[in-house]
């Protein structure tokens, strides 16, 4: 994102957009002055549509890392971010079962 606040790349990186919601979460939970605050809870608000779209297991990953943070400060009317998270959940639980052997219980075949 630009310093006018405008995305630089059409697709990302699915790592880099979970990382970065986190971190949005961290701030809209924190005691960081409420412009900040407002600003993270508008960035994720705009970016949840492709949150949804994510495949990447490790940005998902952060996006249920990211829905503790919101749940634990008890953040209202995140429940569209909620119904992402455990998409993502489900996501990854999949891939599990999918992925998983014997001497190799991971998300992913290798």
Same mark, same amino acid.
């Given at each position: 994102?630009?310093?006018?606040? %405008?995305?630089?790349?059409?697709?990302? +990186?699915?790592? /880099?957009?979970?990382?970065?919601?986190?971190?949005?979460?961290?701030?809209l +939970?924190? &005691?960081?002055?409420?412009?900040f605050r407002? !600003?993270?809870?508008? !960035? #994720? %608000? +705009?970016?949840?549509?492709? $949150?949804?779209? $994510?495949?990447? !297991?490790?940005?998902?990953?952060?996006? #249920?890392?990211?829905?503790?943070?919101? &749940?634990?400060?008890?953040?209202? %009317?995140?429940?569209?971010?909620?119904?992402?998270?455990? =998409?993502?959940?489900?996501?990854?639980?999949? /891939?599990?079962?999918?992925?998983?052997?014997?001497?190799?219980?991971?998300?992913? &075949? =290798?």
């Amino acid at each position: 994102m630009s310093y006018q606040r %405008d995305w630089l790349d059409a697709a990302g +990186t699915g790592d /880099c957009q979970g990382q970065a919601v986190l971190a949005l979460a961290e701030v809209l +939970t924190s &005691s960081l002055p409420a412009g900040f605050r407002a !600003l993270s809870r508008e !960035l #994720i %608000d +705009t970016v949840l549509p492709t $949150l949804a779209d $994510l495949r990447s !297991l490790r940005a998902e990953a952060y996006v #249920i890392l990211a829905w503790g943070q919101l &749940s634990a400060a008890r953040v209202a %009317d995140m429940e569209p971010f909620e119904a992402v998270a455990r =998409q993502s959940a489900r996501r990854l639980v999949e /891939c599990f079962h999918r992925s998983k052997r014997a001497d190799w219980p991971w998300f992913e &075949s =290798q």
